[in-house]
């Protein structure tokens, strides 16, 4: 196989070219397309135990296989933080059979980062391996995307990201309150270990079965009828004349365009109503 290494937590610009440069590999040695990936996230373990990777698992797996990969290896970071250099690479070409790994110019791994580029290409040689590499593209950060998510800045997240930041979820039957204020809405929850914006109300676009649809999104736990600011937050998303029962168990795709306002806690229902419906009028103007 062909085969890349890293976190791929935000699947960037920079990501996708490594692994178009697989794929292409993979295809002219006729060798399967493979990446290793890590589980845990890195950062969970080296720094951060509440650290929360810009796509869930699943999210982060479909974003890698759309880009051609056929294999993705998922390893315990845990272990493989211990494990030394030359073990690692041990694994990679006796148990994987890996005939040619492509990594970026400045890869280290193993053991407090032991493991260098010429480890590889050493072990590589004895095991009639090549190795690869590939130039960062400047500029572009997981950091830097996390930044402007977190500034709702989703533009020129999405420049780095080349898709526009998005939240995937099932339909799921919540209070119905959105419905009896009018507004019906498809709720949806992230897994608890996935990043998510700052709670607010954004211009969204919502995909259901790769029609594409606009419509309002609140992140947050809707405070005006909800006493429990604890609970667990929710994505609820609001989409003119789509009835949001019928799509209960559905999978679900909520892409962030623009940031409207913060959650706040209302006078009452009806100025939350007459709010709600100036959050239309600006979605209605910025389609």
Same mark, same amino acid.
Request: net charge positive; with cysteine.
């Given at each position: 196989?062909?085969?890349?290494?890293?976190?791929?937590?935000?699947?960037?610009?920079?990501?996708?070219?490594?692994?178009?440069?697989?794929?292409?590999?993979?295809?002219?040695?006729?060798?399967?397309?493979?990446?290793?990936?890590?589980?845990?996230?890195?950062?969970?373990?080296?720094?951060?135990?509440?650290?929360? =990777?810009?796509?869930?698992?699943?999210? !982060?797996?479909?974003?890698?296989?759309?880009?051609?990969?056929?294999?993705?290896?998922?390893?315990?970071?845990?272990?493989?933080?211990?494990?030394?250099?030359?073990?690692?690479?041990?694994?990679?070409f006796t148990e994987y059979g890996t005939?040619?790994? /492509?990594?970026?110019?400045?890869?280290?791994?193993?053991?407090?980062?032991?493991? +260098?580029? !010429? +480890?590889?290409?050493?072990?590589?040689?004895?095991?009639? &391996?090549?190795?690869?590499?590939?130039?960062?593209?400047?500029?572009?950060?997981?950091? !830097?995307? !996390?930044?402007?998510?977190?500034?709702?800045?989703?533009?020129?997240?999405?420049?780095?990201?080349?898709? =526009?930041?998005?939240?995937?979820?099932?339909? +799921?039957?919540?209070?119905?309150?959105?419905?009896?204020?009018?507004? =019906?809405?498809?709720?949806?929850?992230? =897994?608890?270990?996935?990043?998510?914006?700052?709670?607010?109300?954004?211009? +969204?676009?919502? /995909?259901?079965?790769g029609a594409e649809m606009a419509g309002?999104?609140?992140?947050?736990?809707?405070?005006?009828?909800?006493?429990?600011?604890?609970?667990?937050? #929710?994505?609820?998303?609001?989409?003119?004349?789509?009835?949001?029962?019928?799509?209960?168990?559905?999978?679900?795709?909520?892409?962030?365009?623009?940031?409207?306002?913060?959650?706040?806690?209302?006078?009452?229902?009806?100025?939350?109503? &007459?709010?709600? #419906?100036?959050?239309?009028?600006?979605?209605?103007?910025?389609?």
């Amino acid at each position: 196989m062909v085969l890349t290494i890293g976190k791929f937590e935000g699947i960037h610009l920079g990501h996708r070219a490594l692994l178009r440069e697989v794929v292409a590999r993979a295809g002219s040695l006729g060798l399967q397309s493979a990446v290793i990936v890590f589980k845990p996230h890195p950062f969970v373990v080296l720094a951060d135990e509440d650290y929360k =990777p810009i796509f869930s698992e699943q999210e !982060r797996e479909r974003l890698i296989k759309s880009n051609g990969i056929q294999r993705i290896i998922t390893l315990d970071f845990r272990e493989i933080v211990t494990m030394n250099a030359q073990d690692f690479c041990q694994k990679l070409f006796t148990e994987y059979g890996t005939k040619e790994i /492509i990594v970026g110019e400045d890869y280290r791994f193993g053991n407090n980062r032991e493991g +260098t580029l !010429r +480890t590889l290409q050493q072990a590589a040689a004895r095991h009639n &391996a090549a190795v690869r590499t590939i130039a960062k593209i400047n500029n572009i950060s997981t950091s !830097r995307i !996390r930044e402007l998510l977190a500034q709702q800045n989703f533009c020129e997240a999405e420049k780095l990201l080349g898709f =526009p930041f998005f939240i995937e979820g099932i339909v +799921t039957k919540g209070r119905q309150l959105g419905g009896k204020l009018g507004f =019906p809405t498809l709720n949806i929850y992230p =897994p608890s270990d996935k990043f998510l914006p700052p709670r607010g109300v954004y211009t +969204t676009r919502t /995909i259901i079965d790769g029609a594409e649809m606009a419509g309002l999104t609140n992140i947050g736990v809707c405070p005006t009828v909800n006493a429990n600011e604890d609970e667990r937050l #929710s994505v609820e998303t609001h989409v003119p004349s789509l009835q949001a029962g019928e799509l209960y168990g559905q999978k679900i795709r909520v892409e962030f365009l623009r940031f409207i306002r913060p959650e706040k806690r209302f006078g009452g229902i009806e100025e939350l109503k &007459a709010q709600i #419906s100036e959050d239309l009028r600006y979605l209605l103007t910025h389609m």
